[in-house]
């Protein structure tokens, strides 16, 4: 389904993103991963993704540094020769109420979920626009859809991703890219990790569980495939029915 094409993963060593990869390979795509990360942990990610036989190499790379973003997709561009499909999917968590959220905190948020995702996709957005395709995806949240009690700032970053979303959409439609979010809601990671026994939010799905990582990943290659080719703009819950 994505033979021959060039992927870009941020986060792409754990939870959602690594399964968006691991995804990604088993059907023929090529993996750049991009983590802030150390050595070790990126280079468990590429040996686990490796064995789907595709090429795979990552680049340790903080997203809210907009230099270190610049210098890592050029290294990209020049150790792949192309790029066809980035996820914005890199994200933080610093939750508190706003009386107690430290301008810090919320800066920090903003700036790897909402930031990062900016400066990776104006450093793709030439090589895709003169390709004449291409495939953004944005990991969202349902968070930033109705908001939620201690994230100000996560939900801020997220309903902020939503306009990015739409804005590229429109921006590159007419030159063949196509640009979507996905709004997970409680999916099994390590983020969720507190969250997990708690049987009062589990009522609060409509379907009675978590989401696992590879729901959102199932999506996501949906959405970087040729299926979806006249889908843009659009912004998809991966939820068990929260925030219908």
């Given at each position: ?152 700032n996560y939900a801020s970053s997220k309903a902020g991703i939503i306009g990015l979303t739409k804005s590229t959409a429109k921006e590159l439609a007419a030159k063949g890219v196509c640009c979507n979010a996905i709004a997970p809601g409680f999916i099994m990671t390590s983020m969720t990790t507190s969250f997990q026994d708690n049987e009062e939010l589990k009522k609060s799905i409509p379907m009675g569980h978590f989401g696992k990582p590879e729901d959102v990943a199932a999506l ?25």
């Amino acid at each position: 389904m994505l033979r021959n094409k060039i992927a870009v993963v941020t986060g792409g060593s754990q939870g959602i993103g690594l399964e968006i990869c691991k995804k990604f390979a088993e059907n023929g795509a090529g993996i750049a991963i991009v983590d802030i990360n150390p050595p070790e942990k990126l280079e468990s990610a590429v040996q686990e993704i490796a064995q789907a036989g595709v090429q795979v190499k990552a680049y340790q790379c903080n997203v809210a540094d907009s230099a270190q973003v610049a210098e890592v997709c050029k290294q990209i561009l020049a150790d792949f020769g192309s790029v066809d499909i980035l996820v914005n999917n890199a994200g933080i968590t610093k939750d508190n109420l706003i009386l107690r959220m430290s301008e810090a905190d919320f800066d920090a948020v903003i700036d790897v979920n909402l930031k990062g995702a900016f400066y990776m996709t104006k450093n793709f957005y030439r090589p895709m626009m003169k390709k004449k395709y291409g495939k953004i995806i944005n990991i969202s949240s349902v968070s930033g859809i109705f908001g939620n009690i201690g994230q100000a700032n996560y939900a801020s970053s997220k309903a902020g991703i939503i306009g990015l979303t739409k804005s590229t959409a429109k921006e590159l439609a007419a030159k063949g890219v196509c640009c979507n979010a996905i709004a997970p809601g409680f999916i099994m990671t390590s983020m969720t990790t507190s969250f997990q026994d708690n049987e009062e939010l589990k009522k609060s799905i409509p379907m009675g569980h978590f989401g696992k990582p590879e729901d959102v990943a199932a999506l996501a290659l949906f959405l970087a495939s040729p299926q979806s080719d006249f889908i843009t703009g659009e912004v998809i819950r991966v939820d068990g029915g929260m925030a219908m």
